[in-house]
């Protein structure tokens, strides 16, 4: 990994804050040279980076996804490989396996999640066990074969993709599951005029080049960095207030979230609340996070962390207008 001058000469957690601003800005202009649109998409990536998450992004084929991840690897200075997941694919063909070389001695021969960006295209096209393969490495930050254990290289982060409208064949992840990831990242239709530039800049003999902006010791500074940064104990107070009460069988639970709520988040929503709250303020240049910036993270971690039950299916209450609801009423 490559060693920044700059980040062995900061003298203070302020100065790191203002220059993760200042790379931030450089990085976002970098971006915007081949993904045009899709701002809250890129921002939220970048948010699971530097809290040391990982992402689901859901979207139909066509919205540019693995270029979008191809281009922050590129940005960032990071490794990146692109996993396509398949009914036959095992879990060998993920973390990799031993072989028997010339010498009659096993050799393991490292698989593709060994980079520090991993692409998980369309990962719920394959079976549970293979699934887990990748989710274990996602918690663990390493990988064990025939007993002996790997550790990833950091930073390591995952982004897996699901097609939301295609789901014969496929295995859903379960809810478990699902809670690893810290960001639940809808991709939408980008808008008409963004469509018209995207077709402008696509039909056309021209190579942009993505400059890097970040190393891997930046990186990992910055998410040790974001770890420091002070939270008031009201905004604690309201990231946990604001988790409890999507549990219907808590006391505490609102009575929309009774009536139509089968399940609720966890703690590990609250943490990556406040994670995400730091990062978010840091963003925006704040050294410290208050309830806004909880509120602006809140979507993307809660979507996949709360289960509707039949009634709000019925009525087709959105997960999007419960989370409203839900934060204008804290």
């Given at each position: 990994?490559?060693k920044s001058e700059?980040?062995?000469?900061i003298?203070?957690d302020?100065?790191g804050?203002?220059y993760?601003?200042?790379?931030?800005a450089?990085?976002?202009?970098?971006i915007s040279k081949?993904?045009i649109?899709q701002?809250?998409?890129?921002k939220n990536?970048?948010?699971a980076?530097?809290s040391?998450?990982?992402?689901l992004?859901?979207?139909v084929p066509?919205?540019a996804?693995?270029?979008?991840v191809n281009?922050i690897?590129?940005?960032?200075?990071l490794?990146?490989?692109?996993?396509?997941f398949?009914?036959d694919?095992?879990?060998?063909?993920?973390?990799?396996?031993?072989?028997?070389?010339e010498?009659?001695?096993?050799?393991?021969?490292?698989?593709?999640?060994?980079?520090?960006?991993?692409?998980?295209?369309e990962?719920?096209?394959?079976p549970?066990?293979?699934?887990?393969a990748?989710?274990?490495?996602?918690?663990e930050?390493?990988?064990?074969?025939?007993?002996k254990?790997?550790?990833?290289?950091e930073p390591?982060f995952v982004?897996?993709?699901?097609n939301p409208?295609?789901?014969e064949?496929?295995?859903?992840l379960?809810?478990?599951?699902?809670d690893?990831?810290m960001f639940?990242i809808?991709?939408?239709?980008?808008s008409?005029?963004?469509?018209?530039?995207?077709?402008?800049?696509?039909?056309?003999d021209?190579?942009?080049?993505?400059?890097?902006?970040?190393n891997?010791?930046?990186?990992?500074?910055?998410?040790?960095?974001?770890?420091?940064?002070p939270?008031?104990?009201n905004v604690?107070?309201?990231a946990?207030?604001?988790?409890?009460?999507?549990?219907p069988?808590?006391?505490e639970?609102?009575?929309w979230?009774?009536?139509y709520?089968?399940?609720?988040a966890?703690p590990r929503?609250?943490?990556?609340?406040i994670?995400?709250?730091?990062?978010?303020?840091?963003?925006?240049?704040?050294?410290?996070?208050?309830?806004?910036?909880?509120?602006?993270?809140?979507?993307?971690?809660l979507?996949?962390?709360?289960?509707?039950n039949?009634?709000?299916?019925a009525e087709?209450?959105?997960?999007?207008?419960f989370?409203d609801?839900?934060i204008?009423?804290?």
């Amino acid at each position: 990994m490559m060693k920044s001058e700059h980040i062995d000469h900061i003298s203070s957690d302020a100065e790191g804050v203002r220059y993760f601003v200042e790379k931030y800005a450089e990085f976002r202009k970098e971006i915007s040279k081949v993904i045009i649109g899709q701002d809250e998409v890129v921002k939220n990536v970048v948010i699971a980076i530097f809290s040391q998450g990982h992402g689901l992004l859901v979207g139909v084929p066509g919205l540019a996804k693995t270029l979008l991840v191809n281009t922050i690897s590129k940005a960032l200075g990071l490794t990146y490989n692109r996993i396509q997941f398949t009914p036959d694919l095992m879990p060998s063909d993920i973390i990799g396996t031993e072989v028997l070389n010339e010498k009659r001695a096993f050799q393991f021969h490292k698989g593709p999640v060994f980079a520090n960006v991993i692409l998980a295209d369309e990962i719920n096209r394959t079976p549970p066990k293979t699934q887990s393969a990748l989710l274990e490495a996602m918690q663990e930050k390493a990988v064990t074969v025939a007993g002996k254990k790997y550790t990833l290289q950091e930073p390591f982060f995952v982004l897996a993709t699901q097609n939301p409208i295609e789901q014969e064949g496929t295995y859903p992840l379960p809810e478990a599951q699902l809670d690893r990831f810290m960001f639940n990242i809808w991709l939408d239709y980008p808008s008409a005029e963004e469509e018209l530039e995207i077709v402008k800049n696509t039909t056309i003999d021209k190579v942009v080049e993505v400059n890097e902006v970040l190393n891997g010791n930046e990186i990992v500074y910055f998410q040790k960095l974001l770890r420091r940064i002070p939270v008031p104990d009201n905004v604690y107070k309201y990231a946990v207030d604001l988790v409890t009460r999507t549990r219907p069988d808590y006391p505490e639970a609102d009575d929309w979230t009774k009536e139509y709520l089968q399940w609720g988040a966890g703690p590990r929503a609250s943490q990556y609340l406040i994670i995400g709250a730091k990062t978010h303020a840091a963003i925006s240049g704040k050294f410290s996070p208050d309830i806004e910036d909880v509120k602006a993270v809140a979507h993307p971690i809660l979507q996949h962390r709360i289960v509707r039950n039949y009634k709000a299916e019925a009525e087709n209450i959105s997960m999007k207008k419960f989370i409203d609801k839900l934060i204008s009423n804290s």
